[in-house]
């Protein structure tokens, strides 16, 4: 059966540090992979999506990267954070036709000081 | 303009109390309706997908429909380990293999003894 991992699971920040969120799918190749900001209140947003490696495209102009160094792994990664970027940060999987759900991750519990 | 509409925000029920959540759409073509259920801290849960109008899906106490431009969530005779947030979201048809997914905020649920 396929699985998703993501760490850390909560993680605390100062202003300006960097950033590197991993999460992994196993059981599963060639997937699509996602990752989402939740906030309170307002829903999921999606930050990027990959459908393979070394292809990412971003849905929000901000102060983050994504990248996919290999089939299974997804990184969300920031140089400098900002106190705007506290959130919860979800990664997600699905197969690659369409009309299927994405399987989401426990997700990462961004606080920044 | 949000796709999906979700009512009500919040819901109280008493233990045994059925009732629904309704997920309304205005994506011009659907590939797919989702159901997730979260629990706090957690990521969405995948419960049910539905694809065309009359189409019905059945889980314990959950039952899922769809219309031409709304889904109902129907709760039967709920616990408290039912209390969550309940996600809809839809896929529109587009050919694309990205099977992005348009969320709304949710339900949350509380059921109490």
């Known amino acids: 059966s396929q699985t998703i991992h993501q760490w850390p699971a909560t993680l605390v920040q100062p202003v300006g540090s960097p950033l590197s969120l991993e999460c992994t799918v196993e059981g599963t190749s060639n997937p699509n992979l996602y990752w989402y900001r939740q906030a309170a209140g307002r829903g999921l947003q999606l930050l990027f999506y990959?459908?393979?490696?070394?292809?990412i495209s971003s849905e929000v102009p901000q102060n983050l990267s994504a990248s996919r160094p290999q089939d299974r792994q997804f990184i969300l990664s920031s140089k400098k954070l900002l106190l705007s970027d506290s959130g919860f940060y979800l990664c997600?999987?699905?197969?690659?036709?369409?009309?299927?759900?994405?399987?989401f991750g426990d997700g990462t519990r961004l606080s920044i000081l | 303009e949000d796709q999906v509409t979700q009512s009500p925000e919040a819901l109280r029920l008493q233990e045994g109390e059925s009732s629904s959540l309704n997920c309304s759409y205005t994506v011009s073509g659907l590939r797919g309706l989702f159901w997730y259920r979260q629990d706090p801290g957690k990521g969405p849960e995948f419960l049910f997908t539905l694809y065309s109008a009359g189409e019905e899906k059945e889980k314990e106490r959950l039952k899922a429909t769809l219309t031409k431009k709304e889904s109902f969530l129907h709760i039967t005779a709920p616990k408290p380990e039912d209390s969550a947030t309940y996600l809809c979201a839809v896929q529109e048809v587009g050919g694309s293999t990205l099977g992005r997914l348009y969320f709304g905020r949710g339900t949350q649920l509380t059921v109490w003894p």
């Open positions: 997600a999987w699905s197969v690659l036709n369409g009309g299927q759900p994405q399987h």
């Open positions: 990959s459908v393979g490696i070394g292809q």
